[in-house]
């Protein structure tokens, strides 16, 4: 698991291995690395979840992030060495949204951090909302990290709203937005209690 602090360590150590080598590059992240990056929640994530890449001027156009450049590839491999720490701990799994749609204000809804050589787009709350609830669908319900993470999150009814609405648009299926329905309705019930 990485921790909060153990994550910046880890991104400062990618981007200085660019800096050294003159080959910045810049990615976008969600998931819990973004959780806790953005500040929104303070826990250990699995890995780090790549949805995109930045190139042009600045962050101007999100790119999907495979292939990862070289250089890129490079040295988080080489981070995972020095750190011991497991296989794809900095993915692009999640890069599969851009076959349907990118969650909803991705784009505009991004904090950027430096890490040396490193830019770091950090997803806000829209898209992280967006894709918890889709992936506590996906991946549980209630009892997983994704459905535990959308109620630290307290959405609002206009959040959830807009969450449910691109969720129903990656799959039309009626089982699935019944899916949807339920979560939403669990979550609102357990900020209730909150």
Same mark, same amino acid.
């Given at each position: ?8 360590? &880890?991104?400062?150590? /990618?981007?200085?291995? &660019?800096? *050294? ?17 953005? #500040? &929104? $929640? ?12 930045? %190139?042009?001027?600045? *962050? ?11 250089? &890129?590839?490079?040295? /988080?491999?080489? $981070? ?5 720490? +497991? ?9 599969? !949204? ?9 784009? %505009? ?10 830019? /770091? #787009?950090?997803? #806000? ?11 506590? @669908? ?6 997983? /990290?994704?459905? +535990?993470?959308? @109620? ?12 449910? *609405? ?7 299926? !009626? ?7 339920? $979560?939403?309705?669990? $979550?609102? *019930? ?5």
């Amino acid at each position: 698991m990485i921790g909060s602090t153990q994550l910046r360590d &880890l991104l400062s150590a /990618v981007g200085e291995l &660019l800096e *050294e080598k003159g080959e910045p590059a810049s990615i976008v992240v969600v998931g819990g690395a973004s959780l806790n990056l953005s #500040g &929104l $929640v303070n826990r250990a994530t699995d890995d780090v979840d790549v949805i995109a890449r930045a %190139e042009g001027d600045g *962050e101007s156009t999100l790119i999907p992030p495979d292939p990862m450049p070289e250089p &890129l590839r490079d040295a /988080v491999e080489r $981070v995972r060495r020095d750190f011991g720490l +497991q296989p794809g701990w900095l993915n692009t799994a999640v890069a599969n !949204q851009w076959e349907t749609s990118l969650p909803p204000s991705l784009k %505009e809804d991004l904090t950027w951090q430096t890490y040396g050589g490193l830019r /770091v #787009g950090v997803a #806000g709350r829209r898209p992280l909302i967006a894709l918890k609830l889709l992936a506590a @669908v996906d991946q549980g319900g209630p009892q997983s /990290v994704h459905y +535990q993470d959308l @109620v630290r999150l307290a959405p609002t009814d206009e959040e959830l709203e807009e969450a449910r *609405e691109w969720a129903r648009s990656e799959d039309s299926s !009626q089982i699935v937005a019944q899916h949807i329905d339920q $979560v939403i309705e669990h $979550v609102r *019930e357990d900020a209730e209690r909150d």
